[in-house]
């Protein structure tokens, strides 16, 4: 991968992306696809058209090292496994990863507890956790065997004008003079605030909900057991997911008030507050780092893509983090449209044209409507003390743990296992 001098910081802000004004692109760098956003689903998007031999850009506002030092872990489903075993980077991120081969799903202090195993799948493990920083690292070691993938990296997209069947897409950095990129087509993988689907006038709808999330890394005393831990509570659920070394990943929904609280809290206080919820099933519990907060919306896309334009993962959609679905649908996303185009190079058709585009947007946007709503209804249902609402759902937790068929067909959903299943074919180098 060639990558553009790297700069400490780069002030430039977006300021607006105009479709349909002409400019004088002489200078424009030639690429098949420019990626716009250099995150785990810009990557994966990266890596696999960079395979697939086109000639690719992507552009990333943090400076690699960055970006790949979140403190993030995130649960990775079954597919998402399969995706990057296509890449061929599955064998340098398994040995880095937690599996787990249990989970708990529980509603407060409710003596039923629904146990999900491998046997509900028929294979040898439930899913993995592995930390933002791992999963970035083995693409951005992938991208770097790539010869035709060029990273620009800190660079801030200022500008994109649709000229014909190309795309202009203009970026400055930091103490460097403005770059202009040429592209049959642009990915939209910048956030859900992207500002590429704001300067195409794609609306969104949604909204936010009246809980935040809180994360942290917790050390316990006793092992996890590879068990990961889904607890429905009356603020929001709380998630325990097991990682390398013994640690556990904290995902704790609660009212924006409460995790704003809980941020201005000494370490002591704040364990005091964790262990309440956290239980003491694993002994002592040491906090490793500190707690953030980040927000919780549901989002989506009215539509995926434009002329020259595709969106993908956040910047077309959010959801709720219960289950643990958002960056497994990016994921999809990213697969699925490369799949897409993959198909369309071996047609020798258009790979950019809408027609091509539009198939990538109806295969993704029913199955995402599909996540967005359950883990929407999943939150209200299980997050309220209207008693028969309590009623259904401790019937739903009998169902779920007495009838077998129903328990694996909810797993294999949570699991991506159902639905159509993008292969990346690409040229699968084994790196």
Not at 376 to 402: A, E, G, H, Y
Request: some cysteine; proline content about 6%.
């Amino acid at each position: 991968m060639h990558t553009a001098p790297i700069v400490t910081d780069s002030p430039a802000i977006y300021h607006e992306c105009d479709y349909g004004v002409t400019p004088n692109p002489t200078d424009a760098r030639e690429y098949d696809v420019v990626i716009v956003g250099g995150g785990v689903i810009g990557n994966v998007a990266a890596c696999a058209l960079g395979q697939a031999g086109l000639k690719v850009a992507i552009v990333e506002a943090e400076a690699q090292s960055l970006a790949s030092d979140r403190g993030q872990a995130y649960s990775i489903n079954l597919l998402s496994v399969q995706v990057f075993e296509d890449l061929g980077l599955w064998q340098r991120i398994r040995p880095q990863v937690e599996t787990y081969r249990s989970v708990q799903l529980s509603d407060g202090d409710y003596r039923k507890v629904v146990q999900f195993s491998p046997q509900d799948l028929g294979r040898e493990t439930i899913g993995y956790v592995a930390e933002h920083r791992i999963l970035l690292e083995a693409l951005q070691y992938g991208l770097n065997t790539l010869p035709n993938v060029d990273c620009i990296c800190p660079a801030t997209v200022i500008e994109t004008v649709k000229k014909g069947d190309q795309t202009i897409v203009r970026l400055v950095q930091a103490s460097a003079p403005a770059q202009t990129l040429s592209a049959k087509l642009v990915i939209a993988a910048d956030g859900s605030r992207s500002p590429l689907r704001q300067a195409a006038n794609i609306t969104t709808y949604g909204w936010q909900y009246w809980q935040s999330c809180i994360v942290a890394f917790i050390q316990p005393e006793h092992p996890h057991k590879q068990t990961a831990y889904e607890r429905f509570q009356p603020d929001g659920p709380f998630a325990i997911l097991p990682l390398p070394n013994g640690l556990c990943r904290i995902v704790w929904t609660a009212p924006r008030a409460v995790a704003d609280r809980m941020l201005t809290l000494n370490p002591d206080e704040f364990m005091a507050e964790l262990r309440s919820r956290y239980g003491d099933h694993m002994g002592k519990l040491t906090l490793v780092g500190q707690p953030s907060v980040f927000p919780v919306r549901l989002l989506h896309s009215t539509r995926y893509v434009k002329p020259g334009l595709a969106l993908i993962g956040d910047a077309a959609h959010c959801c709720h983090p219960v289950g643990g679905q958002g960056i497994n649908l990016g994921i999809r996303d990213a697969a699925a449209l490369v799949n897409v185009i993959e198909k369309a190079l071996a047609q020798d058709k258009d790979f950019a044209a809408l027609s091509v585009l539009k198939q990538y947007e109806r295969w993704r946007m029913g199955e995402n409507l599909m996540v967005l709503g359950l883990t929407d209804t999943l939150t209200r249902v299980f997050s309220n003390k209207i008693w028969p609402i309590v009623l259904i759902r401790r019937v739903s937790l009998w169902i779920l743990q007495d009838i077998s068929p129903i328990r694996s067909l909810v797993l294999r959903h949570m699991q991506g296992l159902t639905g159509k299943a993008p292969r990346i074919v690409g040229q699968n180098p084994k790196v």
